[in-house]
């Protein structure tokens, strides 16, 4: 069994100059494709950025962040029921997909799709950075790529070959923290702090913790990261936006 790949495997958030071809990138979305999807309907599509007036319009989508302008490529991937209801109108199907579980699957088909993509770009030698940002400002980046009716952005990569070679890796949780055997172990308190001790121990975060005035990293995440305010002002806007697009 090799896992060397995925332990090793860290996100790209700086990028050379070297450029990817439009039949590469069109191979390995190809490929992607193949990824497990609800009933073979593949409710996806991806719109490819490449031009720096457009990367320029999706930057204060995704709050400033660097990669946007500085990748070769923007990937957004779409939950899309658009093309799948056009077929079946076209093939005198009435759809019934104006609903959350369908949403549901579009979103695990899309979020299926965009990791099969990521993980092939990278044993490919590129580098790619999931930016969380997408759902926040779905409006906009749907604005900024006159995405239609029924097409909700839900992921973004940022792609290209990495400018530097050595790359940070990202602490993980241990995986007994993770597996839960025949029924789910509600943890204690004490098992809790050890789960995150080596996390809380690290040097970057203890940096966080003081560079944010905080007593701990939790804070860091529920005070300055995630904040309740922020989580709920954006949740509207999502929710909204899933309304103007007849999901829910």
């Known amino acids: 069994m090799n896992l060397k790949y995925f332990f090793n495997r860290a996100t790209v958030r700086e990028y050379s100059d070297r450029e990817i071809s439009e039949n590469t990138l069109t191979q390995m979305i190809d490929a992607a494709s193949h990824a497990p999807t609800t009933g073979g309907m593949q409710l996806y599509s991806v719109v490819v950025t490449r031009d720096n007036v457009m990367k320029n319009k999706l930057a204060p989508c995704h709050f400033g962040q660097p990669m946007v302008t500085n990748a070769p490529i923007v990937l957004t991937f779409c939950a899309d029921f658009n ?8 093939s005198c199907a009435q759809a019934g997909f104006n609903n959350l ?99 809380e121990a690290l040097d970057v975060n203890k940096a966080f913790v003081r560079e944010n005035d905080k007593v701990t990293l939790a804070q860091v995440f529920t005070d300055v990261r995630y ?7 954006f949740s509207k806007k999502f929710i909204n936006f899933l309304k103007e697009q007849r999901y829910i």
């Open 83 to 90: 093309r799948f209801e056009a077929w079946c109108k076209a």
């Open 101 to 199: 579980q369908s949403l549901m699957s579009a979103i695990l088909d899309v979020t299926i799709f965009a990791q099969q993509f990521n993980t092939i770009a990278e044993t490919n030698g590129m580098g790619c950075c999931y930016l969380g940002t997408t759902t926040y400002n779905a409006q906009e980046i749907a604005e900024a790529l006159s995405l239609p009716k029924r097409v909700v952005p839900i992921v973004t990569l940022t792609v290209g070959y990495p400018k530097h070679e050595e790359q940070i890796l990202t602490d993980r949780l241990p995986v007994e923290g993770i597996i839960h055997h025949e029924h789910y172990h509600e943890l204690t308190k004490s098992e809790v702090k050890q789960l995150y001790a080596a996390k």
């Open 227 to 233: 904040p309740q305010e922020s989580n709920e002002l």
